[in-house]
């Protein structure tokens, strides 16, 4: 088990379809983050969310639009997709300040198949 | 933005040390080393990180050189639960950017 959670496990969507992936973490972390993992491959950063702002955005395209509604929530919402996007979709978190050198925590991710 | 590379496999007999050496030639001198590791489906899980000392956990030892341009993660028995792919991580100074590196795919032989 993880502190955190992100849901669904897995999701399946068309081209055509918007859904939303969702992460909860309840450790107090301030620093949220998206990450995005294709097979065989390591976690490439997407975005980062530092006291609910968007702080870091990796030239990811505008079919994912993340959100940060409060400190514990988490969301990533997708519109548009192509089949390359299929990939784990992880998120994670860490503190900020005087804790700023914590590790992240990371969910086990949500399995995306776009057809 | 500092880079690390690691070997792509390693094979390591159970009960033995495993030793999984990183490369971050760049890195700064405030820049962390971490590591993780991720087995299939599930997320990275965190294992040790360090600045410049060597460190030590209930999981893991962790060794930097005295330039801090390599580290050794050294797992002291490894068992087959621990055939995994590990990743050595920098952190970019200044800002929340966690940088994966290639990976390490450890398989633990019985």
């Known amino acids: 088990d993880t502190e955190v959670t992100q849901t669904p496990k897995h999701l399946v969507m068309g081209m055509t379809n918007k859904k939303s992936l969702k992460c909860e973490q309840h450790?107090?972390?301030?620093?949220m983050y998206w990450y995005k993992q294709k097979a065989k491959k390591p976690p490439e950063l997407m975005f980062v969310?530092?006291?609910?702002?968007?702080?870091i955005n990796e030239s990811v395209p505008s079919r994912f639009s993340p959100e940060c509604p409060n400190s514990s929530l988490l969301n990533l919402h997708l519109h548009a997709l192509q089949p390359e996007d299929s990939a784990l979709y992880l998120c994670?978190?860490?503190?900020?300040?005087?804790?700023?050198?914590?590790?992240?925590?990371f969910g086990n991710g949500t399995r995306l198949t776009v057809t | 933005d500092a880079k690390t590379t690691q070997p792509t496999s390693m094979d390591c007999a159970e009960g033995r040390a495993a030793n999984l050496p990183c490369n971050h030639s760049?890195?700064?001198?405030?820049?962390?080393v971490y590591w993780y590791r991720q087995i299939h489906s599930q997320g990275p899980q965190y294992i040790i990180h360090?600045?410049?000392n060597n460190e030590t956990n209930e999981m893991a030892s962790l060794i930097i050189t005295e330039d801090r341009k390599s580290s050794t993660l050294i797992l002291p028995h490894a068992t087959l639960r621990d055939t995994a792919v590990y990743y050595c991580?920098?952190?970019?100074?200044?800002?929340?950017?966690?940088?994966f590196g290639t990976g390490t795919r450890l398989k633990v032989l019985a």
């Open positions: 994670a978190s860490s503190l900020l300040g005087q804790g700023a050198n914590s590790p992240l925590h």
């Open positions: 450790m107090g972390h301030r620093a």
């Open positions: 969310y530092s006291y609910e702002k968007l702080s």
């Open positions: 760049t890195i700064s001198g405030n820049e962390y």
């Open positions: 360090g600045l410049k």
């Open positions: 991580i920098v952190r970019v100074s200044g800002t929340y950017k966690y940088i």
